[in-house]
């Protein structure tokens, strides 16, 4: 990035990379349960698309099965941990045991390794907030917490996702957090109840919608030009075309990975990426240097 500058002036490039370097660093990571690849290049919805356009957007496979069994707590919990389940242990939704102690999620990891990062997290899926299965997936150093049971309320994640987002609008907009994880679930129930069709597209352009107005708050910020904000977004794991997962099936083992620059900063990104990569990408762009011990399986998908 600032070699490119370089060729053209250096004073120029002494500047811009100063201001680049002055920019404080904002990660948000949003999470979409179930969300197949093939269907979402296919419907290319606007906000996701724009992100991209900023960055890239990469088409993921989960390994097999017997490896990564694609569930929600074990998708959930590599791409927070930015390990594989042979390290994390999480198999299964109902899984108590595992080993998330060892293997903390990358707010928490963030937190601890520099406890001047804001971490904020807004989600109504019970591994987050609850004791249910191998939960709560996300750890204490989730400083700011919003969780909304979503067995309280008739529509499920048709109406909490609705609370999460407005949450997410009003936090990301008016509040200072440096590294954020917004969850919404609305789309997989919708193909668990519809299979892949029209109900399951429309779940996830209002997804999508939800997401342009996280984007539009950050934009809005006043101190948006002082600020580097990186957009990430990826899933857990597809469906088959009927509706439900955890078998072998390339529909169900099909991820992406999203990332963009919201001020459209010229970056090198990777060619490849897997979902383990999302943690020391986030990590990188926070300027966190990740601990030997962290076992990371992954690596940035940004250039340094
Ligand atoms: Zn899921």
Redesign the pocket.
Known sequence: MVGEYCRRDRNTTRLFAVAELDKRPKVLVVGW??VRDDTLRQMAPEAISEIASRGRWWTTTLPDVDIAPTM?AV?WSTILTGVWPDRHEVLGNDDTYHLLHRYPDMLTRAFCARPDIATYAATSALIFGTDFGPGPVLGPGVRTMTWFDRRTYPGGFADTDVLVADDAERRLGTQEHDFSFVYLGET?SAAHAHGVGSRYEEAIARQDARLARMVQAIRARPTFDDESWLVMLTT??GHRDEGG?GRGSWQERQSFVVAGLLDGSPATWATEAANVDIAPTAWAHLRVTPSERWLCQGTSLLAP
């Open positions: 349960d179930g929600t998708g997989d857990d794991h997962h």
